[in-house]
């Protein structure tokens, strides 16, 4: 009777947006090494846009997936878990690298046979999370049969139900998410279009733009008539595309994707190129000038002179040797960019976009003399626009050495130093950019022109924008780059700690009540246990917001960073709702006289805080993702539909403000 309800609380929901996802599905398999070594073998299928996470995930960081086996006398295990190469991402929520895998994954666990045995038990558990939520960690058990069949290979896959509603099989395959785009995706156009509009940066530095009418001066002499010239320039385009294509795909050929992945997390790789940047940021800023050797220019030069084909592609390759002083530091950096990535074609898709907006204009001018007239003169503005590189190559390098230091947890260069780095580093930009700074290599300046003032504004604007991060405030439109807030000397913001007179705590009218605390850094008073939350609700007469929420769900934080900080939504968080924030990743253990048996796992005992309230918002609410909100009134009724992730502020509060203005 008791599971014909819940099937029925599961069917008939009236939420259109709750559903119970599984998106991914196990199973087994055993294969035989040697007469008495065996490798047993967990595979992940994953339902598309979904990424499972990986064994090792730093601390702070979302739930890893990890495997328990049955104790034994008749076997014993065989190094460590072994697991694929995966995707890795430097999160900005979590502000550290983090692995995961998309589609499908192997784990691979060797072991040694020590007397007859038939069956390995075993169990793991695991998170996911797509573009939009995460789910609270699972639980699954895991069977590899071990039988005279494994003396070939491999044993037949042995399917793995993953422990969820039996009753709501049906609805789930008729209700899956639609697919999101895959992140891979998005971040390869990224990569392009970096390159792209970095291309187009280099052609504007002293060692690029003079070499344009010097190559249509050649071509005009080697092009006999019109079409000739035109079909001289394409091949000159092509050759530049293949020539920087090239490079790409030589570092992803050395490199590979496995080393890729390796690096980008790896700590002296980052400190290397917090050092190789350092250089090439010196060198843009005239300090010194790399330069690859003269006989190298030299040579490529005679054969430039061969004329035909093969002389066009030499004059290409002539451009990017004469030109690497400049280009050179911009190449390093893209490359560095797209191997920290991961992916092993991102080296190429960057060079790919980098040398399409060095061709395009050369192409261009090659095939179209006249045009050269409407070009600007060389000037003391190529080596302005160098600098300004220069000081962009220098602020980047702070990323990657706090990349280094997240990874360590040393917090040398935490949230307030790197946003004073970075405040030091652009308005000492301002200050050369409204001439009062110089800087060797640079023309004496008598006047400024337009766009230079315009430049300086925009950066002096951006400096000043970042001043209010010293004293905590988000600054979401560098997010990606410096720390997360929580990587700070003071998350509550500069001058404030959690209690105490003159704090944040200290905003809050009245004693903060037993069972409740204020969620950092916005001051929300917050309690975490479903009943104490009710009970105080009922005594303050105010409704109740329940937050579903996780300690590793990355779009949590997004709301609560993003959305929650306007101050209309704030306001009612603070004011007009008694907020219960139920973590379902809570992996403290439940009290004895709690613990019971699972209504929607059958044999299955709730071990810990976050299973208790994960299977309430299951059965109540038939969902199972964060983040979820909720408002009710006493009588634990919706004042209006409950609502998931909802990145826009104005949809937020107006559903807010809707649930509050129907509670009586």
């Not at 998309?102 to 169990?123: C, H, N, P, S, W």
């Not at 008539?225 to 790409?248: D, E, F, K």
């Not at 290599?441 to 022109?449: A, E, K, Q, V």
């Not at 609560?560 to 008694?578: A, T």
Request: hydrophobic letters at 45%; charged letters at 20%; proline letters at 5%.
């Amino acid at each position: 009777m008791r599971n014909l309800i819940i099937g029925l609380l599961i069917l008939f929901g009236h939420n259109v947006h709750s559903q119970i996802l599984d998106p991914v599905k196990w199973s087994t398999s055993v294969e035989k090494v040697s007469d008495n070594e065996y490798d047993i073998i967990a595979t992940a299928t994953i339902d598309a846009g979904w990424h499972l996470y990986s064994q090792n995930v730093p601390e702070g960081g979302p739930i890893p997936t990890s495997f328990s086996f049955q104790d034994s006398e008749n076997y014993e295990l065989v190094d460590e878990m072994k697991e694929a190469e995966g995707h890795i991402i430097d999160d900005p929520v979590f502000g550290m690298r983090i692995k995961f895998f998309e589609d499908k994954t192997a784990f691979r666990q060797r072991i040694k046979v020590l007397d007859t045995i038939y069956t390995i038990e075993g169990e793991v558990e695991y998170m996911v999370c797509d573009d939009e939520k995460c789910l609270p960690p699972n639980y699954v058990t895991l069977e590899f049969k071990i039988s005279s069949s494994n003396a070939g290979s491999i044993a037949s896959a042995n399917e793995v139900k993953t422990a969820s509603i039996a009753e709501n099989e049906k609805l789930k395959d008729g209700a899956r998410e639609k697919p999101q785009k895959r992140k891979s995706s998005r971040g390869l156009w990224s990569i392009f279009i970096i390159a792209f509009l970095s291309g187009f940066a280099a052609l504007l530095t002293p060692c690029v733009f003079p070499m344009i009418p010097m190559t249509v001066s050649f071509f005009t002499k080697q092009s006999k008539n019109r079409a000739a010239g035109i079909r001289n320039a394409i091949i000159y385009g092509l050759s530049i595309i293949i020539i920087y294509v090239l490079l790409g795909t030589l570092v992803s050929f050395i490199f590979g994707a496995g080393a890729l992945n390796a690096l980008s997390t790896n700590v002296w790789f980052n400190v290397a190129f917090f050092i190789l940047l350092l250089i090439f940021a010196a060198s843009f800023l005239g300090a010194f000038e790399i330069m690859l050797p003269n006989s190298w220019a030299n040579k490529v030069d005679r054969q430039a002179d061969r004329g035909g084909m093969v002389g066009i592609f030499f004059m290409a390759l002539a451009l990017a040797i004469i030109s690497f002083s400049c280009t050179g530091p911009i190449v390093g950096t893209l490359l560095v960019e797209a191997a920290a990535g991961g992916s092993q074609i991102g080296p190429i898709v960057g060079m790919l976009g980098f040398s399409l907006a060095i061709a395009l204009p050369f192409a261009l001018f090659a095939a179209f003399p006249g045009w050269l007239n409407s070009l600007p003169k060389s000037g003391g503005w190529l080596n302005t626009v160098k600098v300004v590189l220069g000081f962009l190559e220098l602020a980047l390098a702070f990323k990657f050495l706090s990349n280094a230091d997240l990874v360590l947890q040393l917090h040398w260069l935490e949230r307030e130093v790197f946003i004073a780095i970075w405040i030091a580093i652009f308005g000492v930009l301002a200050f050369y950019l409204f001439g009062k700074i110089q800087l060797p290599h640079d023309s004496p300046l008598t006047h400024i022109s337009v766009g230079r003032l315009g430049l300086g504004l925009v950066v002096l604007s951006f400096t000043i924008y970042m001043v209010p991060g010293l004293w905590g405030a988000p600054l979401n439109l560098i997010s990606a780059f410096p720390p997360p807030q929580h990587y700070s000397e003071s998350p509550y913001g500069v001058g404030y700690t959690e209690l105490g007179s003159g704090s944040i705590a200290g905003n809050y009218n009245g004693e903060i009540p037993e069972g409740a605390h204020l969620m950092p850094p916005h001051n929300i008073l917050a309690f975490n246990d479903y009943e104490t939350g009710l009970a105080h609700a009922k005594k303050v007469g105010k409704p109740v917001m329940i937050d579903f929420t996780g300690h590793a769900c990355v779009n949590c934080r997004k709301m609560e960073q993003n959305v929650w900080i306007k101050p209309k939504v704030l306001n009612i968080l603070k004011n007009d709702v008694v907020l219960i924030s139920l973590y379902v990743d809570d992996k403290r253990k439940l009290p004895k006289d709690e613990v019971a048996e699972s209504q929607l796992k059958p044999g299955k005992k709730l071990r810990y805080i976050g299973q208790k309230w994960s299977e309430l918002q299951a059965i109540k609410y038939q969902t199972n993702s964060q983040p979820f909100y909720v408002l009710m009134d006493h009588d634990e009724e919706n004042l209006i539909d409950p609502v998931a992730y909802t990145p826009d502020a104005k949809e937020y509060y107006t559903w807010l403000k809707e649930g509050v203005a129907n509670f009586e």
